[in-house]
């Protein structure tokens, strides 16, 4: 267990200090505290588990992002849509492009690049995506800048100055359209159509079955996260030693065996031996004949049948 905090101000909510008064039955105002505890930081690092997992998704994601942001549109048609335009008669002016989508995956390509080159030692800013990049190499251009700072990523975790920066530029999300557009505002803005399922087995920590599964892309492990408010634990599939990918596994489908034959309905068994299903129903309900889920075997009828008879004559 660390003996440091997170230092993002993580709270544990509904946990409170032994001088805190404004939480309780005794407490009258209208201002009640939500939790003050503060959250205990990640291992070796100075942000706690759920801070880290967040970042360290939202750095997985960049650039399959920053390539769907290039593969909706063509960044070289880029306008802005709250400027006055001319209208022309010309047919060659293609359909304006929302600006937001080049400057968001822009914005992104410039920060991981700048990051990348401070971890790399390297005193020089970050380059932008060039223009007309499509999305297969603006996907290479940020895989490349994320390569690096995962690569790193304990390490800038571990110092006050870069982890609260590398956090801001990375998974803040802004209200509207940002100055500078984050991975986690483009995620927001532009989600990534990942196809996620329902788990079958209940959130570690809230105990609810509300926890999302999200299929690993590109070699990526698979994630997990609750989507509960007061909750929002994550965990991805490699996660303390891979507990998670075998708690949230997906359920194995039924196996679907061949019908037997030899097992007959009420109405086959009794037409195998010649009687009226009444009197099979009769038979079952004495305990004469046993059913095998709503079936009966062959050869169980037949013998049943030939006792019957005996005992007739």
């Keep these: 267990m660390?003996?440091?905090?997170?230092?993002?101000?993580?709270?544990?909510?509904?946990?409170?200090?032994?001088?805190?008064?404004?939480?309780?039955?005794?407490?009258?105002?209208?201002?009640?505290?939500?939790?003050?505890?503060?959250?205990?930081?990640?291992?070796?690092?100075?942000?706690?588990?759920?801070?880290?997992?967040?970042?360290?998704?939202?750095?997985?994601?960049?650039?399959?992002?920053?390539?769907?942001?290039?593969?909706?549109?063509?960044?070289?048609?880029?306008?802005?849509?709250?400027?006055?335009?001319?209208?022309?008669?010309?047919?060659?002016?293609?359909?304006?492009?929302?600006?937001?989508?080049?400057?968001?995956?822009?914005?992104?390509t410039t920060t991981l690049n700048m990051w990348a080159n401070h971890v790399a030692g390297e005193d020089r800013p970050g380059a932008g995506l060039p223009a007309g990049a499509m999305a297969d190499a603006a996907h290479a251009v940020v895989q490349l800048a994320v390569d690096v700072i995962l690569d790193e990523l304990d390490v800038l975790a571990n110092d006050s100055h870069q982890v609260d920066a590398l956090c801001d530029g990375v998974m803040v999300v802004h209200r509207d359209a940002p100055d500078v557009w984050t991975v986690a505002d483009a995620a927001v803005r532009w989600p990534l159509d990942d196809a996620p399922r329902w788990a079958q087995a209940a959130c570690p920590v809230c105990d609810l079955m509300a926890v999302r599964v999200q299929p690993g892309r590109n070699g990526r492990p698979s994630r997990y996260r609750c989507t509960t408010s007061d909750c929002e634990w994550e965990a991805n599939s490699n996660d303390d030693g891979g507990l998670w990918a075998s708690v949230f596994a997906e359920p194995t489908p039924p196996e679907i065996r061949p019908h037997d034959p030899s097992l007959l309905t009420l109405v086959d068994a009794a037409r195998l031996v010649h009687r009226e299903p009444g009197t099979v129903r009769g038979w079952v309900k004495a305990g004469d004949l046993e059913p095998h889920l709503g079936r009966y075997r062959e050869a169980d009828v037949l013998a049943v049948a030939a006792r019957k008879r005996g005992e007739a004559a």
């Design 2 to 108: 660390s003996d440091r905090y997170c230092i993002r101000g993580c709270l544990r909510r509904g946990e409170h200090f032994a001088t805190c008064d404004r939480h309780g039955e005794n407490y009258k105002g209208d201002n009640p505290c939500a939790g003050c505890a503060q959250v205990d930081a990640r291992d070796g690092v100075l942000i706690c588990e759920r801070c880290y997992r967040r970042l360290r998704r939202h750095l997985e994601d960049a650039a399959d992002i920053v390539g769907h942001l290039r593969s909706i549109a063509d960044p070289t048609k880029a306008a802005a849509f709250d400027r006055i335009r001319v209208q022309s008669s010309s047919i060659e002016i293609p359909a304006p492009v929302a600006a937001d989508l080049i400057d968001a995956s822009n914005d992104i």
